[in-house]
């Protein structure tokens, strides 16, 4: 699954981005490849099971069966479910982190309809992921502040971004311009449960909205 198979040392690092849990995570990182190997066969057992029968439900017995490790080798890199679950939402936000920077570098030069194509482009590449780090946050019972840190995070991104395509664009502008680009982005991943036709059609409406609302920043 894109956005789970990160190098393993993403997993282990406290610095990235906000962890979604107050609980620290304490695993023992991998040292051999052997042992990334093994993590990432966690990883994917992980997301697995926690798609099919839920947060609660899914069990490290059972993650550690579908993973092929052993129960203590599982415990000594994830020492809880939490640990597991707070390693999947730590890299979905670090994947984030990393499209929003990369199209930064981008942005230069572009034209509004290129920049707003380039955001709905970079949502529905992570809109997979999306839904489940969302789904899997709730179930979990995220503490707020963790939201919103996160939240605060994208809107900062997205705002360096706007700034980066449109130069003379304020920082106060920027930072309100992100929060409505934001909000018109969750229209994306909403539209996954629309008929294809209606989808596609939504989809092209949001682009032509972004195209027209970051065009008007450089009036």
């Not at 991998?30 to 099919?52: H, M, N, S, T, Y």
């Not at 899997?136 to 996160?150: C, N």
């Not at 995070?153 to 971004?161: N, P, T, Y």
């Amino acid at each position: 699954m894109r956005g789970f198979a990160l190098k393993t040392s993403t997993i282990f690092s406290e610095n990235l981005v906000p962890m979604p849990s107050a609980r620290p995570t304490v695993a023992q990182e991998p040292k051999r490849q052997r042992g990334r190997d093994r993590v990432a066969a966690i990883i994917e057992a992980g997301v697995k099971l926690f798609k099919e029968k839920g947060f609660d439900a899914a069990t490290m017995t059972e993650i550690a069966a579908q993973s092929g490790t052993a129960i203590g080798s599982l415990y000594r890199f994830f020492p809880s479910k939490e640990a597991l679950a707070d390693a999947l939402l730590l890299q979905y936000a670090q994947l984030v982190a990393t499209e929003l920077t990369a199209l930064e570098t981008k942005v230069s030069g572009m034209s509004p309809d290129e920049v707003a194509d380039a955001l709905v482009d970079f949502s529905l590449s992570v809109r997979p992921q999306h839904s489940f780090a969302i789904s899997l946050l709730e179930e979990r019972g995220g503490r707020d502040e963790k939201r919103v840190e996160f939240r605060d995070a994208m809107r900062s991104h997205v705002a360096k971004i706007l700034r980066r395509a449109i130069p003379d664009l304020g920082t106060a502008r920027s930072r309100n311009m992100a929060i409505v680009v934001l909000h018109t982005l969750k229209a994306v991943t909403r539209a996954e449960t629309e008929a294809p036709a209606t989808r596609t059609q939504i989809l092209s409406e949001i682009r032509k909205l972004l195209r027209v609302y970051i065009a008007s920043a450089h009036d």
